[in-house]
């Protein structure tokens, strides 16, 4: 798509609405709807898989779906071009249109990279796994990887089935989730593992519903399957709850952190069985879009925030050495990707008055653009300058476009299509091979275009609150 296409795009009316509605997040906990937005979808085996009104069964077309996509045998090769700078490990987690997302990343995709894409669980039973996406995900490539969600939140989430008969363990949930995966033909031979959504405010406290103790077995059971299966590392998510960037305490938040990363033994514990930790930062428009400011000044903010968790770690004790390792190994933030969020306009929630959900975006879309290659810019650029510790290749977004501008259809489907192709595009030419740096996720080269150029929301301002984290104390 052209920049005369995207500019055409962007040219409609951009109204600041003062509402905060809850979306389905990552982060969120509460009761969720039972209407899947795959029943809405163009693509008819959308529905088949989401058990919508009149769709056919999906045990009808699961076995000739399978077998049409599954033809790829064998581990994918582990070797990169000889001159890839960075292995990238690019991990999006999704609650609608991943397929739109998984086919603009498949084509325009870094050689050096593997890209994770979460399938969320039925609307109306988020135990139940989408029997026929993992396959039309891996049909893209060899290095796009369908990753199943393990929801815990909601009534039908993982923590109710835990609580709802006598002698269930979470080491019982993970174990039947592995099982639910391989029914589902799953290939962890290809990569393919489970997402945890999600370590929340309670692990950082220990806490219940989802204490440290709690989640450990749990990480335990997704790990070795029971001892049936195949031991498989996955991802994990630390959600985004309590720790957006207008937090009013983030000192308290601070101090929170530390208490979980001094506690060693829980990290030892789970640790070895993760393979990527995903902190959610969701970065807020109104602390980014500045008017008039440099993109040092934006990429500084940007860092700020997204690698706080990271920040914190190095400059802690010795004691925490283990934990630091782990970080290195692991860590990555995951950003917005998601268009058109209301965010704390008005406060989600009374006490304390910060955002909720992705933060805020209702921003033009041409603004859209800039800000996830700005992110995938600062992301990269921390990388380079921090070669040996995290996120190294590793980064990631949450991927939800929200129709809150209220488009046409056919001009919101050519602006999701815009965001996902200048996200792949920035991820491709920031970890491309040979002579990759963050530029790339600005200009492509010979391309004349330079998408870090910033926005400008009328009253953004940029917040020092989150520096704090660059020392222990």
């Known amino acids: 798509m052209n920049g005369q296409r995207i500019w055409r795009i962007s040219l409609f009316p951009v109204v600041l609405l003062a509402m905060c509605v809850f979306t389905l997040t990552a982060a969120a906990s509460g009761p969720m709807s039972n209407e899947d937005p795959a029943c809405g979808a163009a693509d008819p085996m959308l529905a088949v898989d989401a058990e919508c009104p009149g769709a056919e069964s999906p045990a009808a077309n699961a076995a000739a779906v399978h077998a049409a996509t599954t033809t790829r045998p064998g581990r994918v090769a582990d070797s990169l071009p000889p001159n890839c700078r960075l292995h990238a490990g690019a ?31 039925l609307a109306a039973d988020k135990k139940r796994l989408r029997v026929l996406q993992d396959d039309l995900v891996r049909a893209l490539g060899p290095r796009i990887h369908p990753v199943a969600e393990v929801t815990l939140g909601g009534l039908t989430g993982w923590a109710n089935w835990v609580t709802g008969a006598p002698g269930r363990t979470w080491f019982d949930a993970g174990v039947e989730f592995r099982k639910r995966m391989a ?63 207008n937090i009013p305490d983030v000192a308290q938040y601070k101090e929170e952190l530390k208490g979980w990363l001094e506690d ?44 706080h968790l990271i920040n914190l770690a190095e400059a802690g004790p010795p004691e925490i050495q ?65 070669p040996q510790g ?41 970890y491309r091979e040979g002579g990759a740096s963050p530029e790339g996720a600005c200009s492509p080269p010979g391309s004349g275009d330079d998408w870090c150029t910033g926005g400008d929301v009328t009253g953004a301002t940029f917040t020092d609150a989150w520096q704090i984290f660059d020392s222990w104390d």
């Open 390 to 430: 995290a996120p190294a290749g590793r980064l990631g977004f949450s991927w939800q476009p929200t129709n809150n501008f209220n488009l046409p259809a056919a001009d919101w489907e050519a602006a999701k299509q815009a965001i996902a192709a200048r996200l792949a595009s920035a991820i491709h030419y920031a």
């Open 183 to 245: 029914d589902a033909g799953y290939r962890f031979d290809l990569g393919e593992t489970w997402f945890l959504n999600e370590f929340d405010r309670t692990t950082a406290r220990d806490e219940a519903p989802y204490s440290r103790s709690a989640m450990s077995d749990l990480v335990r059971g997704l790990y070795d399957g029971g001892g049936t299966l195949p031991a498989a590392t996955g991802i994990v998510e630390i959600g985004i709850a309590y720790t957006h960037q």
């Open 322 to 386: 283990d934990v630091r390792e782990f970080l290195r190994r692991a860590y990555m933030s995951l950003g917005s990707a998601t268009w058109a969020a209301r965010g704390p306009i008005d406060p989600c929630v009374p006490n304390p008055p910060f955002s909720c959900g992705h933060g805020w975006t209702m921003i033009p879309l041409n603004e859209m653009l800039r800000f996830v290659s700005e992110q995938v810019y600062a992301v990269r650029q921390f990388a380079g300058i921090h």
């Open 91 to 121: 991990v999006f987690w999704t609650a609608s249109d991943w397929l739109l997302l998984g086919n603009a990343l498949a084509a325009d995709p870094s050689p050096c990279a593997d890209y994770y894409i979460s399938l969320p669980p």
């Open 264 to 307: 060693s033994a829980f990290w030892q514990e789970v640790g070895p069985k993760i393979r990527l930790l995903a902190k959610e930062t969701y970065p807020d428009a109104h602390y980014w879009a500045v008017a008039g400011s440099s993109r040092h000044d934006r990429t500084d903010h940007l860092t700020q925030y997204m690698e």
